[in-house]
């Protein structure tokens, strides 16, 4: 099985404790690979180099304190034998984590959901919502109380075998769950429906309808056992789960029933004004 074998991790330094660096500790010693640690010294913007006085010196103290943090976080990780790096970076904080994502070719980012000092209300903070609408690889957000180790996990998918950009999702999902998990196999979880039910079920017979139902489920079926077929799994095994429903709303609940510790999904279609966002199902 692949594994994460590049992790970037961002942390705030002056923050009291560091769940995501834990989280991301933990993943590099049990994969055998590498932790890079960043931070970010924030463009302040051309305002305040201009009221603010001895800028370049606030910078400097800035940019030093951070960097100290950085090394007394890394110290104990190396005493442990993991590979780590420590990186100050300098900018707005999703655009030059992706710019490095890019560069060293990590293969995932581990980040809090919130800032300690974010003003965004709801679950994500701007960098967070940012990542996961743009970071290239895949991108583990977690809550400020987090369990340390993921002992069931749930991926959703979307079998979609005629749509490659999807397959080639719902594989990486699949991957990622299997990683991340601590303990047996992930639940799989998808969700059917028919587009345009109600419509639907208003202008047609009755035994037409459930026609359509069973057709729809059964090709629902189908496309699910072709999914998981290439890894070894099985939609009759009772950590796969095919369900109807509207994706937003069954997801969830499944997770709150599940006692679920991490949910992985993707987001490839985006349409309409919340799918600028995230991606529909996603957001």
């Not at 933990?26 to 051309?46: E, Q, S």
């Not at 976080?73 to 590979?83: E, R």
């Not at 970071?135 to 749509?163: N, Q, T, Y």
């Not at 937003?248 to 499944?254: A, L």
Request: aromatic share 4%; with cysteine.
């Amino acid at each position: 099985m692949s594994r994460f074998s590049n992790i970037l991790v961002h942390v705030d330094s002056r923050a009291a404790t560091h769940p995501a660096l834990d989280c991301a500790a933990d993943l590099a010693k049990a994969n055998h690979g590498r932790l890079t640690i960043v931070d970010v010294v924030p463009d302040f913007g051309w305002r305040s180099r201009l009221i603010l006085g001895g800028y370049e010196r606030a910078i400097e103290n800035v940019t030093q304190g951070k960097s100290k943090l950085l090394k007394e976080l890394a110290t104990p990780l190396t005493q442990q034998g993991i590979d780590v790096t420590t990186k100050l970076l300098d900018g707005h904080t999703s655009v030059e984590i992706i710019r490095l994502v890019m560069k060293d070719g990590h293969d995932l980012v581990v980040k809090s959901a919130k800032g300690q000092h974010s003003q965004q209300t709801g679950f994500f903070g701007t960098t967070a919502t940012r990542l996961i609408r743009k970071c290239p690889c895949p991108v583990l957000i977690l809550k400020s109380d987090c369990p340390r180790h993921c002992g069931r996990v749930v991926a959703a998918v979307k079998p979609a075998p005629d749509d490659e950009t999807h397959a080639q999702l719902n594989a990486r999902i699949i991957r990622a769950a299997r990683k991340l998990t601590s303990t047996g196999e992930p639940h799989v979880i998808s969700v059917w429906n028919i587009y345009g039910e109600s419509i639907l079920r208003d202008h047609m017979q009755e035994a037409e309808f459930q026609e359509l139902e069973e057709r729809t489920e059964k090709h629902a079926a189908r496309n699910l056992e072709q999914l998981l077929e290439p890894f070894g799994m099985s939609a009759e095994a009772d950590n796969i789960h095919l369900m109807r429903g509207e994706p937003g709303h069954c997801i969830p609940q499944f997770v709150e029933q599940q006692e679920a510790d991490l949910l992985v999904l993707g987001s490839v279609g985006r349409t309409g004004v919340a799918g600028l966002l995230i991606g529909n199902t996603a957001e």
